[in-house]
C-alpha cells in the first residue's frame, strides 16, 4: 500500500530536549516536506527536499533541521524544542513538487 | 503576510445543497492551485487542482473554478453530502518559477447536515 509513515503520533517532551520525528515514503517520491498546522494558520512548510542530499527552508524553518540521505526518509530534528513549536506536524511527499502531495497522519507534539 | 487566505472559518449547509468555499491570493507568481480536504485524526488528502491557463475544472461532484483576475478561486460541492465534512484547504504555487514552495490557506470547516 503507497503510504507515507510518520513516527511517533503523539509526542510530549520538555524545553531542551532534542527529538526526532521521522518520515518514511514508499513510493520512490523525489519531493518530500514538512508542514506544521496550526490553529487560523492553516500549514505552513517548514522544509522541503528536492532529492536526496538537497534540502531547502520553507516559509518556517527556525528551530528545525532536517536531512535526506536516503529517498524514502525526511527526519524531522527539533535541537532544542521550545514551546512555540507545539503543533501538529505533517510530512508529505509527491512526485515531483507541484504534483499532489501526500500526506502521512500527523505528528502531535507539545512541548512543556 | 498571509498571502493566500480562507476568510471563511466555517461552512454549514445541507445535505444535497452547493457548498461554494472560497479563496483569494495575493501573490501574482501562482499560477497552479490546489484543494485538499482533511477529517480529523488523518493527514490532509488531495482533492481537485486548476492551472492559471484554465478557469475551470471538473471531477465528479467537485469544481474548482478560477478567476484570475480577481485573484480568487473557489470550490463547489455539487450535491453536498455528509462524508464531505471536513476541514478543506486551498494551496498554490508558482509553478513555472519555483514549483517547490507550497503556500496553503488557514483552511475551511465544512459541515454538511443530513
Known amino acids: 500500500e503507497a503510504q507515507v509513515t510518520q513516527n511517533p503520533r503523539y509526542l510530549i517532551t520538555v524545553t531542551g530536549k532534542k527529538l526526532t520525528v521521522t518520515c518514511s515514503q514508499n513510493?520512490?517520491?523525489?519531493?518530500m516536506s514538512w508542514y506544521r498546522q496550526d490553529p487560523g494558520l492553516g500549514l505552513r512548510q517548514i522544509y522541503y527536499s528536492m532529492n536526496v542530499e538537497v534540502t531547502d527552508k520553507g516559509d518556517v524553518p527556525e528551530g528545525y533541521k532536517v536531512s535526506r540521505k536516503e529517498k524514502r526518509n525526511f527526519p524531522l530534528i527539533l535541537e532544542s524544542p521550545s514551546p512555540n513549536q507545539t503543533s501538529l506536524y505533517f510530512c508529505a511527499s509527491s512526485l515531483r513538487s507541484y504534483e499532489k502531495l501526500f500526506f502521512g497522519s500527523g505528528t502531535q507534539l507539545s512541548v512543556l | 503576510d498571509q498571502q493566500v487566505k480562507q476568510n471563511s472559518p466555517s461552512l454549514s449547509v445541507q445535505e444535497g445543497r452547493i457548498s461554494i468555499l472560497n479563496c483569494d491570493y495575493t501573490?501574482?507568481?501562482?499560477?497552479?492551485f490546489l484543494w485538499y480536504k482533511k477529517y480529523p485524526a488523518e493527514g490532509p488528502t488531495f482533492l481537485i487542482s486548476?492551472?492559471?491557463?484554465?478557469d475551470k475544472n471538473e471531477d465528479g461532484r467537485f469544481t474548482v473554478f478560477l478567476n484570475k483576475s480577481a485573484k480568487h478561486l473557489s470550490l463547489h460541492i455539487v450535491p453536498s453530502q455528509p462524508g464531505d465534512s471536513a476541514v478543506y484547504f486551498c494551496a498554490a504555487t508558482p509553478l513555472r518559477t519555483s514549483g517547490s514552495r507550497l503556500t496553503f490557506g488557514e483552511g475551511t470547516q465544512l459541515t454538511v447536515n443530513p
Open positions: 501573490n501574482s507568481m501562482f499560477d497552479y
Open positions: 513510493m520512490n517520491h523525489e519531493y
Open positions: 486548476i492551472s492559471s491557463i484554465k
